[in-house]
């Protein structure tokens, strides 16, 4: 079957760093998605990931490795604004998106 | 500025009472769908449309019926809310012009309580 695997919640302090994991298991790989969800309201795309390496946009970067079916969100010089739920979403070989439950991320003073 | 929009933002709606839910996009894009997400759970995706061509996913219950009558607009209509419907539903659109690439933008979503 096909499974996305992330970690429910997770704490960090302002300013500090925080790497969130992801593992997927899917029928083919057509390319990973980072999501960023306030409570209450609906995600908001961060990045994409097709080959293996790292991608930096800004505060936020994202990882790939396709021999391991893992990547990781990393944010940078966090922000209270930051506290949201981010899901890993992976697209398989009929171009459909298999979603995570979503990290829960909590930003403390 | 190009963009999804849901309305209404809230419904509320008795058990048993059919309710439509509607989508509108400005960004031309091809692909449309519908998502459905509970409390700390992933969307779900109940159906999605490329251009006309309506594809429903196998596990969506037959309770749940979309129409796309245009390239802009799409509607999702619950015949028959039950109390496990209630959740939020949530439209997104992609280009569907490079699958490999076809990210999706999502409209603000539409909370959907049963009473």
């Known amino acids: 079957g096909q499974n996305i695997d992330q970690p429910t919640e997770m704490t960090a302090t302002e300013g500090a760093i925080v790497q969130i994991n992801c593992t997927y298991q899917t029928s083919g790989f057509n390319g990973l998605f980072w999501y960023q969800q306030h409570a209450g309201e609906a995600p908001t795309f961060l990045s994409y990931?097709?080959l293996d390496g790292l991608e930096e946009k800004g505060r936020f970067s994202s990882f790939l490795s396709r021999s391991k079916g893992y990547s990781y969100l990393l944010l940078k010089e966090l922000q209270m604004k930051d506290s949201a739920s981010y899901l890993c979403a992976a697209m398989d070989s009929n171009y459909q998106l298999i979603w995570g439950a979503g990290t829960k991320l909590i930003i403390k003073p | 500025d190009a963009m999804v929009i849901q309305n209404p933002r809230y419904q509320v709606t008795q058990f048993g009472k059919p309710v439509t839910l509607s989508c509108s996009q400005t960004l031309n894009h091809n692909v449309m769908y519908w998502y459905q997400q509970k409390s700390s759970q992933a969307p779900k995706l109940l159906f999605h449309?490329?251009?006309?061509?309506?594809?429903n996913e196998a596990d969506t219950p037959d309770n749940f019926q979309s129409r796309r009558p245009n390239t802009s607009f799409c509607f999702l209509d619950i015949r028959s809310p039950g109390l496990g419907d209630a959740a939020m539903y949530l439209c997104?659109?992609?280009?569907?012009?490079?699958?490999?690439?076809?990210?999706?933008?999502f409209g603000p979503g539409t909370r959907l309580t049963v009473l």
């Open positions: 990931n097709v």
């Open positions: 449309y490329y251009d006309k061509d309506f594809n």
């Open positions: 997104a659109t992609s280009p569907g012009v490079d699958s490999r690439t076809d990210t999706q933008y």
